[in-house]
């Protein structure tokens, strides 16, 4: 007997020995790790974590379609090992701790370890929740709560348990919408349903709503929101819950009264799985084999991974089941397919940034400074980084390098506030030197008055300029101005006084389209909706003069058919020129937005209806008096001539897509026979 | 008009009623897609075979290999009991009479299925090439095991290939024995295709030829494919034998001879000199947000395989001498569609690909016209004993290289390589921005603080010099740098300074690439593949989506006037890239050139440039190494398949002493203290890459892959490293690296002159032979 032992321990250590004597390999990874620009474009950066380790069995036992794993304080690995209906316990090195709840579980798809280490194990044939003590002995279990609350109809299909200091069992249902099911463990009583997830009313749905039968209705799926996937939590007791489904909150941070403190967009639509690091680090796995690290407000730090496809590189997944992190930041990675477990180790980059985060999270900001410098050096394209420099930078009161910091970060916000500070600083120092200036304004606006009294230098300037026949054409181009005092004159003189013309018009629309282009790339950084670097400029071209031409010959055709009086040539100036109120005071908000933040928004915003509603009510004008319409007339011109637009755009797309159509098809014919002569 | 006479109510019933319609399409066709791109990552085919419908009816029911999931292990009776020694000349071993021998080995062949059996004469060691007793596997695979040549063919353009070896398709063989060896020619009437194998025994070992001029091919409708050379030499089932096989996966990686209990379902597979871009078909990548989430492997730079048996210490590395720009290595780990470990090189004569035959849909199937202009000849040569591990193979290697004259020992003085990016471009507002990174006078201005710091020895490669920058000028026509470079130091003046200064300057040349959005496609030939379509690599930019390949005649006129240009403006030093490290067939009009047409145009410019310049290549594969003064981007580790166990720096253990290497960026590493090891390890040259500026302004460029690279982060690294790795380099000299072991996390690298270098990986204190390494550090000992 003792020789067997002797032989069994050497033939466990040889074991061991085989999987600890792989050295971890360093080489290019299959997958190329991302992080999140400010605008929440991926770039790329060093690699974060690298497999160090792949476990295929635990000694002899493999497991087989596995669907949840947790790692234990002590580092031990907990893996539902659904196929095979047990759950087993191993090591880091591969050999096997124990086996518990052999022939009591039935579909094991969900475990968790609670703070007062037991073992919560949902089991979907079962239909139970077991409680394991971590030895393996069966403690307790909980079947469908028979409480009124719970539902008639409410299914109980316990696929994931989470379990919070209080004992309070979280269980996820399959297929039972109404939210995360509440269990208290030392009572057994149904505490009632947890945070839904809610029905999108997409204006779809609200249509159907409107018009559909209720049996239509009630046959319809995406009337039911989505359950939650898998769920977590953390040693505050806040829940991690991550949903599938296209509409639904892929990550959500829940506190106790079940909302979500959570604002972070989810890229991915198969989110499986859900842990939390020892940063209160949100990692969350995608069933395509994706890892992402968030901080814990979300913010997105690594991302990486991927699907194998056969390309057979270490770090790849057929599809991930389950994450879990150790003590030592390690990931742990589950595939159900290949049956195995890969685990991830950080690398020095990774911990760098874990180090800043802790020092920023602890509220160091000094001693974080100087490793999220570090970070930024090492990668110059890591905006979270710079958000942290920044945040750090503001709470010393240094304002303008935060400033600059959160410029790099494009984090608007943070920048709003930072550049606030600092116009506040400048605004202090400056202030006496705006008053100077407006003092000798007036006292200049004054002088002049008096001496133009005197000299009728303006009156004189403006006789001549008027006179002149030289200055015909720039008369033209000035008359814009009377369009915002007197517009119903103004448009009476376009009309029969050849006050403007039609190169002079051309000339304001190539201006409004600069002051266009002007406004969308060079506003102010807060108020600006393009992003750095980004320029369409062919596009803006294309789109500017083409809506205009579409809009100008729609309505000209109405006019004309609607007994107009105007001619082509006034319709277009007058058009032009009820631009008058955006050609003056548009580039005014566009340089004035340059020195606002978020706290004088409304002020632009409020500018920017005013201008607008001018303009419209200018169109509007220009349209009945040139025309000569009454205003019931005009309604039904606007009216029509939306109504032609419309129209228009469709005929163009029908005969776009005809003509590919007909290109594609000769191109394939020629194409094929030309093959198939060659080929012969 | 009838309209002017409607109603105004009517008009707006009529607007609301089109508005509510519009809304309601675009809500229907809104929430059918997704706004988001998450596109997963579909499957790319992976082996060559494509699922496609077959057009022609089959032939029966020979079934494709690869396709076969089914796993044949276990149950089987699997032990073979084959002796591993023999001590004593045999008649005849498992039915192979005595052929031939000389000093060294023997050789026995089973005409039957032309298998051989080695035997080693100091040992006794024995070297199967076929498998006697199959295990129960569908009759293909049976075939398969036991043949010593395997062919594929085509049947028309049907795409799945037909297999036919030394059994099936009942082939008549004739061998007529030769002074050291045996010719044995095959003849498959049916088929109507025969050829010859030649086999000899030389002093290393044996090789094996199929000259092309002996191969006919009399059907129209059966062509030949591919074949396999000896597929099986040297094979084990499971974990039967200890040892492994080597494959030149980047730096060189090994797979252990070991049960992987039905681990791995697929091979390593992969075309010698990296994928042929003219014909196989580029995986169908669906991106990731935007971005394409994987790193290519690896390509094999070399053309060699090993197979080394450490319980009876034997083992071979196959060197592909002739053939190899058209060779597979393919290696399978026990258990991928068989229980045996084998590896075997993999010869394509012909393929089928997909013709388009529209924009969008309809492709037809078209068989390669012409068959790949190649011989066979692999030359298996054998270590025995102590040598009988993946040091004996690259000592082997090392040997047939100089032997060979295919490299020649060159100036090995270190140097750090400290590469700058010039400009780069980005979308304006009209027209494209140029980037200045790093221009002459910064450059220079590092160089001369990078000296005043230590670093004496520098060899420097000028990237995006030229104009419009390293993206959007491609090709490069002329020898004047970009505007945005030269403020006060032109590029004139700054070869001079660093001709004064000792500094080795390239200037970098992709002689491959072309830019389409900057460049005029009238002017210059583009490489169009078999399909006739330009072949277009996706690299997903933020201002440019891909870049076409130039024809190999257009590559060659724009490098021949260049050359004079280069010479004009005093440019003694010059770097290729891009042609370097690619190879493919194309289709030049209505003929089809293969991989060995542009290889032979690339290695004629390539020996010009060799006689005008001092010339670097990037990352060259091995029939360019002797025209290179340095190997650049020297890959340092494997592509870390799921299937390799360890990785080894094959490369470096061939070629260090002899030819100076540069590793690939030091920047880009996550784990900088474990590469700085693996450059000591390795006998590897820092490499850095830098700009003056901020690496964010390339955010919106092409080079956005570039995040760490500005030079105050690195002006105090680069001196560490240069005084680390000069101090080792100045001991180790130019001596070969004779034993290469791994002791768990610890590496003994002995030099020839004794030397020893100790590389403790491990982040704990070890000891080793009465040395004490601190936990990531190395020890250099000389005796």
Not at chain 2, 94 to 110: A, G, W
Request: charged share 25%.
């Amino acid at each position: 007997m003792k020789k067997m032992n002797r032989i069994l321990v050497i033939l466990l250590v040889m074991s061991a020995m085989w999987l600890i004597n792989t050295i971890p390999v360093q080489a290019e990874t299959a997958y190329k790790t991302f992080t999140e620009d400010g605008y929440g474009q991926y770039v790329e950066t060093q690699t974060a974590y690298t497999v160090n380790e792949t476990i295929i069995q635990f000694d002899d036992e493999v497991f087989l379609q596995a669907q949840d794993m947790k790692v234990d304080e002590s580092g031990l690995i907990y893996v539902a090992d659904t196929g095979n209906k047990r759950i087993l316990v191993g090591n880091k090195n591969g050999s096997l701790e124990r086996i518990i709840g052999d022939g009591i579980l039935q579909k094991p798809t969900g475990i968790f370890i609670s703070h007062d280490e037991k073992l919560y194990v949902a089991d979907e044939v079962a239909a139970k929740i077991f409680i394991f003590s971590k030895n393996g002995e069966l403690l307790q279990e909980f079947e469908r709560p028979e409480s009124i609350l719970f539902g008639e109809k409410a299914t109980f299909v316990p696929e994931k348990v989470a379990v919070d200091k209080r004992d309070n069992i979280y269980i996820i249902s399959r297929g039972n919408s109404n939210g995360i099911i509440q269990i208290n463990a030392n009572s057994g009583e149904f505490i009632g349903y947890f945070a839904p997830n809610q029905t999108v009313v997409s204006p779809l749905t609200a249509f159907r709503r409107a018009i559909f039968t209720e049996e239509q209705l009630s046959r319809m799926i995406d009337m039911v929101p989505a359950t939650a996937k898998n769920i977590n939590i953390d040693e505050k007791g806040l829940v991690y819950a991550v949903s599938q489904g296209e509409n639904a909150e892929g990550i959500r941070k829940l506190n106790v009264a079940g909302r979500n403190i959570l604002d972070t967009k989810v890229f991915d639509e198969f989110p499986i799985s859900v842990e939390i690091g020892s940063l209160e680090n949100i990692f969350v796995a995608s069933e395509n084999g994706f890892i992402y690290e968030y901080t814990s407000e979300g913010n997105l730090l690594f991302v990486f991974g991927g699907r194998d496809d056969g390309r057979q590189r270490v770090g790849l997944f057929s599809k991930i089941s389950a994450i879990s992190v150790d003590e030592s930041g390690n990931i742990y990675a589950l595939d159900p397919e290949k049956n195995q477990i890969q685990i991830f180790e950080p690398t020095e980059f990774a911990s760098l940034v874990h180090e800043s985060l802790n020092l920023y999270q602890n509220g160091d900001y000094e001693a974080s400074k100087e490793p999220w410098k570090e970070v930024i050096r090492l990668n110059g394209l890591f905006d979270f980084a710079q958000l942290g420099l920044g945040e750090a930078y503001f709470k010393e009161e240094n304002y303008q390098e935060a400033m600059d910091a959160f410029r790099q970060a494009k984090y608007k916000d943070g920048y709003s506030d930072a550049f606030w500070e600092v116009r506040n600083v400048w605004m202090r120092e400056n202030v006496i030197y705006l008053f100077y200036i407006v003092i000798i304004w007036l006292i200049a606006a004054q002088v002049w008055k008096r001496l133009n009294k005197k000299f009728q230098w303006k009156e004189r300037f403006r006789q001549r300029f008027n006179e002149s026949e030289r200055w015909n054409w720039l008369r033209k181009i000035v008359f814009i101005k009377n369009l915002i005092r007197h517009p119903i004159d103004s448009y009476y003189s376009i009309q029969h006084e050849k006050k403007a013309s039609v190169p002079a018009a051309l000339f304001w629309l190539i201006i409004i389209f600069a002051i266009y282009v002007a406004d969308k790339y060079y506003s102010g950084f807060i108020f600006r909706i393009v992003q750095d670097g980004e320029y369409n400029f062919a596009n803006d071209v294309i789109s500017f003069f083409a809506i205009f031409l579409l809009v100008i010959t729609c309505h000209y055709l109405i006019c004309t058919i609607n007994d107009g009086e105007g001619k082509f040539k006034h319709v277009l100036t007058g058009f032009i020129y009820a631009f008058a109120p955006y050609v003056f005071f548009k580039p005014l908000l566009i340089i004035l937005s340059n020195f606002l933040t978020y706290n004088e928004a409304y002020l632009l915003s409020l500018a920017n209806f005013i201008i607008y509603c001018w303009v419209g009510i200018l169109l509007f004008l220009m349209i009945k008096e040139i025309n000569g319409y009454s205003i019931r007339g005009t309604f039904k011109i606007i009216f029509l001539t939306l109504f032609m637009i419309l129209i228009t755009v469709l005929l163009l797309f029908i005969v776009y897509v005809l003509i590919v159509q007909m290109i594609q098809f000769v191109v394939s014919v020629f194409n094929e026979g030309v093959y198939r002569i060659e080929n012969r | 008009m009838k309209i002017g006479k409607w109603r105004i109510s009517t008009i707006f019933k009529l607007l609301l009623f089109l508005l509510v319609v519009g809304s309601f399409i675009y809500v229907v066709s809104q929430t059918e897609e997704s706004d988001q791109v998450l596109d997963i990552p579909a499957a790319p085919e992976v082996p060559a075979e494509e699922e496609e419908p077959v057009e022609e009816e089959g032939e029966g029911d020979t079934i494709p290999e690869e396709v076969i999931p089914e796993q044949v292990v276990e149950d089987a009776p699997l032990e073979e009991t084959r002796p591993l020694f023999l001590h004593s000349k045999q008649e005849k071993i498992d039915n192979h009479p005595f052929l031939i021998e000389n000093d060294h080995y023997e050789l026995y062949l089973n005409e039957e299925n032309l298998s051989i059996i080695l035997r080693n004469k100091h040992s006794g060691a024995l070297m199967y090439s076929t498998v006697q007793d199959p295990i129960d596997s569908n009759e293909s695979w049976k075939n398969f095991t036991q043949s010593g040549i395997v062919m594929e063919y085509l049947v028309d353009t049907n795409i799945v290939v037909y297999q036919a070896d030394m059994y099936s398709e009942n082939p008549e063989k004739k061998i007529t024995n030769t002074e050291s060896g045996f010719i044995a020619s095959i003849h498959y009437p049916e088929l109507q295709i025969s050829f010859d194998v030649h086999v000899q025994l030389t002093d290393k070992g044996i090789t094996v030829e199929i000259p092309q001029e002996t191969i006919i091919e009399e059907s129209d409708k059966y062509k030949m494919a591919s074949l396999y050379i000896y597929p099986f030499l040297g094979y084990s089932i499971l974990g039967e034998r200890n040892g492994y096989m080597f494959i030149p996966d980047g730096s060189g990686a090994l797979i252990h001879l070991k049960d992987n209990n039905g681990k791995f379902k697929q091979p390593y597979s992969n075309m010698v000199y990296g994928e042929n871009v003219g014909i196989d078909e580029s995986y169908v990548l669906s991106l990731f947000n935007r971005m394409n989430p994987f790193n290519d492997p690896e390509n094999i730079l070399m053309p060699v395989f090993g197979m080394i048996h450490t319980d009876s210490e034997f083992g071979y590395l196959g060197i592909i001498e002739e053939g190899q720009f058209s060779a597979k290595i393919e290696a399978y780990p026990s258990g991928a569609i068989l229980p045996y470990n084998w590896i075997t090189s993999k010869f394509i004569y012909r393929q089928v690909y997909n013709q388009p035959t529209s924009q969008d849909t309809g492709t037809m199937v078209v068989r390669q016209k012409n068959r790949n202009n190649f011989d066979i000849k692999v030359h298996y040569q054998f270590v025995q004993e102590e040598y009988a591990n993946y040091m004996g193979l690259a000592s082997l290697y090392r040997e047939y290289l100089v032997d060979n004259n295919l490299v020649e020992k060159k100036d090995i003085r270190f140097q750090s390589r400290i590469d700058f990016l010039g400009a780069e471009v980005e979308q304006g507002l009209i027209r494209k921005k140029e980037v200045p990174m790093t221009t002459f006078d910064s450059g220079k201005r590092i160089l001369e603080d990078l000296q005043d710091r230590g670093v004496n020895d520098i060899l420097s490669i000028y990237k995006g010099w030229q104009n419009k920058g390293i993206h959007g000028g491609l090709p490069i026509l002329s020898s004047s740098a970009d505007k945005s470079l030269e403020n006060e130091v032109t590029l004139e003046d700054f070869i001079q300074f660093s001709q004064e200064n000792n500094i080795d300057m390239y200037l970098y040349h992709n002689a491959l690439r072309f830019n389409s959005d900057e460049f005029s496609s009238n002017r210059h030939k583009l490489m169009k593949k078999f399909n006739k379509r330009t072949h277009e690599e996706k690299v997903y930019g933020n201002v440019y989506e891909g870049f076409q390949f130039l024809h190999p005649e257009s590559t060659m006129k724009i490098l021949e006037r260049m050359n004079k240009e280069y010479e004009k403006a005093n440019i003694d030093n010059v770097m290729l890239g891009g042609i370097t490290n690619h190879l493919f067939s194309y289709s030049d009009g209505n003929k089809e050139q293969d991989r060995i047409k542009t290889k032979s145009i690339y290695e004629e410019v390539i020996t010009d440039y060799d006689e005008s310049f001092n010339l670097l290549l990037e990352q060259p594969f091995s029939y360019l190494w002797d025209k290179t003064e340095a190997l650049i981007d020297v890959p340092i580790s494997s592509s870390n398949y799921v299937f390799t166990d360890e990785d080894i720096p094959f490369i470096s253990l061939t070629l260090r002493g002899l030819v100076p290497m540069y590793a690939e960026y030091t920047n880009f590493q996550a784990n900088q203290e474990e590469f700085f090891l693996q450059l000591v390890e390795q006998g590897l040259y820092p490499s850095f890459y830098i700009t003056d500026e901020n690496p964010s302004a390339l955010k919106n460029t092409n080079s956005s892959d570039i995040y760490s690279s500005e030079y105050e982060r690195y002006e105090e690294m680069i001196p560490s490293y240069h005084e680390e790795l000069q101090a080792i380099h100045e001991t180790v000299g130019d001596a070969v690296i004779i034993n290469h072991e791994k002791k768990e996390t610890i590496t003994k690298v002995t030099f020839s002159n004794d030397t020893i270098i100790y590389v403790n990986y491990a982040d704990e204190v070890q000891e080793i032979d009465g040395y004490t390494l601190d936990g990531l550090s190395y020890k250099v000992v000389t005796n």
